[in-house]
């Protein structure tokens, strides 16, 4: 690459280095599905692309520039940890947050300053991997920042040492391909690997331009690659490529390390003991959490599912992607069959984090609510998160339609509507997101009914079409056996909750046309209201057919017992679904309670 209309930099500033990096970071935002395409190691999940762009999405849409170096590279730092996912991208933020405990305080650096920084960064990525394996995004880096350092003296300035490092990360990159077999296997170069070069040729095109009104302006959009067929697709040894951040870790970070790994591999941790971040792949996310919750803080968690993303590169059903979330309430077999992918509503108990029905159980979360001193609270999926998902699937599918709670009930709803808007500009793809006007049961029947659509051949369009009258004609009755949790909740008064109680009053609780939650009736006690639901369904069914139906409970197999006993009686089948309660659900209605949710044809 030959530098041209460059001006000389002497000293690099805050400016200079957050447009340098707004610079690198479009450019694997652009290279986004090249990434994925090519990410078989350590899991062919392909999704690195992906993780990366969501990695340094957060310096792109949040942060501005500050004349400083040091706070500049600070900031950037902090907002790469916080926002890292998936291997690559918690070895790239840790890079960074190692430059910026290397750096002084200063308002700029000279290029020995920088080359010093750089290299002593390269000890902060290698002692964050719990195994380092060489052949990846670790060589890369640290090959170029020997390089870097190396030729600290011979270069004047910042721009023409940054363009001749060029040659040494293509050199570095190719050779990733002769140190991992799975590499040369597939005949690929390591996808994190490429990744950072990407964000070096970014840099490198922009010393090119020095255009920053361009650079600032311009949208990035992912670049389409044709599918690599010499991938050989495996099954994901563990299933979720699970991170978290904890603050106040009590263990430090070897002790860290050596529980990470007893369930499972791929283990990084980053950060200090004020702010640490993790990731691993493991089979038991809630097994892991449970562990940990009295090691600190937690207050964020992902866990990506490494099959499903495998299922989307390499071995899709349909060219339509689903997608719902966690208060969608269906036997896993469907989940399985359909390759649906649900997207887990958020669960605090107090400041600890959890993902329902991921890093935390029904079974967990049953005993947590009755021991925790704080009640929990759910909260909405953030746009964040929609953006990761749409984006891999994006990579992989001909377009997506999502299916999400009410919007009456949760922000949900509109997050996953404004990443959609964004995702689907950026891939230039399809994707519809419909509001349910549902939840839990009913949600699941809406998702069911789509899903088999798919897999009969509709279009998108056709399919989008049919579920507006499938939400219409969707219902829930929820038979609330206590109100103890919905007062600790917060959902009724005190003193309507002790009214209740001594008049021995159950709530049966609906969905209006609208999506919002509605007392439907009431009785004496929770097997009377279930007799009222029951009268209820045989009213409205002397007029409308049942597609289908399921069976809700909150740890009352004996209620749902009742309950798909009785509507076996009126429909002549069985559910096709009896289902624990989704926690987030749970919550609300409290345990004990049983619901049916039924969709007419």
């Known amino acids: 690459m030959a530098l041209t209309r460059a001006i000389p930099l002497i000293e690099m500033d805050g400016r200079n280095l957050y447009y340098t990096f707004i610079a690198g970071a479009k450019k694997i935002i652009e290279h986004q599905v090249e990434l994925n395409r090519i990410n078989v190691f350590p899991v062919n999940d392909g999704d690195t692309g992906t993780n990366l762009a969501s990695t340094i999405r957060s310096v792109i849409e949040s942060l501005h520039p500050h004349r400083s170096y040091k706070i500049t590279a600070d900031r950037i730092a902090e907002a790469t940890l916080l926002n890292a996912r998936g291997n690559s991208g918690i070895i790239f933020a840790q890079f960074f947050y190692g430059l910026s405990n290397e750096t002084g305080e ?72 002769s140190k991992l077999e799975i590499l040369a296997q597939n005949n690929v170069v390591d996808a994190g690997a490429k990744g950072f070069v990407l964000f ?80 691993l792949h493991t089979n038991n996310p809630a097994d892991l959490f449970f562990n940990l919750k009295n090691k600190g803080t937690i207050t964020f968690q992902k866990a990506d599912d490494m099959v499903r993303q ?28 359909y390759q649906i992918n649900m997207v887990p509503i958020n669960i605090n108990f107090g400041e600890n984090h959890y993902l329902d029905k991921v890093t935390i159980q029904p079974d967990q979360f049953y005993s947590l609510l ?57 891939f230039n793809k399809s994707i519809t997101v419909l509001n349910s006007k549902n939840l839990s049961g009913s949600l699941g029947l809406i998702v069911l009914r789509i899903a088999r659509s798919i897999e009969e051949g509709h279009s998108h369009d056709q399919i989008v079409g049919m579920a507006e009258k499938w939400i219409r004609n969707t219902r829930i009755f ?41 007392v439907f009736d009431k009785a004496f006690n929770q097997k009377a209201n279930m007799e009222k639901v029951m009268g209820h369904i045989r009213k409205i069914t002397s007029e409308n057919k049942i ?10 197999k004996e209620a749902a017992k009742w309950y798909s006993e009785e509507m076996e009686k009126l429909t002549l089948k069985k559910p096709v679904s009896v289902v624990n ?15 049916v949710s039924l969709l007419f044809d």
């Open 106 to 177: 200063f308002r700029s650096v000279t290029l020995k300053q920088f080359a010093e920084s750089i290299q002593k960064s390269v000890r902060y990525v290698y002692e964050a991997v719990a195994n380092p394996v060489e052949g990846t995004m670790l060589t890369v880096i640290k090959e170029w920042a020997d390089y870097i350092y190396k030729r600290r003296n011979k270069f004047a300035d910042f721009n023409h040492l940054l363009v001749n490092s060029y040659e040494i990360l293509k050199k570095s990159l190719a050779e990733t391909k």
């Open 200 to 279: 070096v040729e970014g840099i490198i095109e922009f010393i090119r331009t020095r255009n920053i009104k361009e650079l600032i302006s311009s949208k990035s959009e992912a670049v389409t690659f044709p599918k690599i067929e010499e991938v050989i697709s495996e099954k994901p040894a563990f299933r979720y490529c699970t991170e978290a951040i904890i603050k106040n870790c009590t263990i430090d970070n070897k002790r860290l390390k050596e529980t990470l790994g007893k369930y499972g591999d791929s283990v990084v941790v980053a950060g200090s003991d004020r702010i640490r971040r993790f990731h």
């Open 310 to 337: 495998s299922q989307a590169a390499y071995n899709r059903k349909w060219k339509i992607a689903l997608v719902t979330d966690s208060t969608c309430d269906l036997d896993n077999e469907f989940i399985e069959k």
């Open 370 to 426: 009755d021991e925790s001193p704080d009640y929990p609270k759910s909260s909405q999926v953030n746009e964040s998160t929609f953006k990761s998902l749409y984006s891999h699937l994006a990579s992989y599918y001909d377009s997506i339609i999502s299916v999400n709670l009410s919007d009456k009930l949760s922000g949900t709803y509109n997050s996953s509507l404004k990443a959609a808007q964004s995702v689907s500009r950026e």
């Open 478 to 518: 929820v038979s609330v056996k206590t109100l103890k949790y919905m007062i600790k909740g917060g959902r009724v008064s005190a003193a309507k909750g002790l009214v209740a109680k001594l008049l021995n009053i159950n709530p049966i609780v609906s969905i209006d046309e609208n999506g919002k939650a509605i």
């Open 547 to 556: 597609w289908n139906y399921i069976v809700l409970h909150a740890n009352n």
């Open 581 to 595: 309660i989704s926690p987030v659900i749970g919550a609300n209605a409290g345990v004990g309670a049983a619901s």
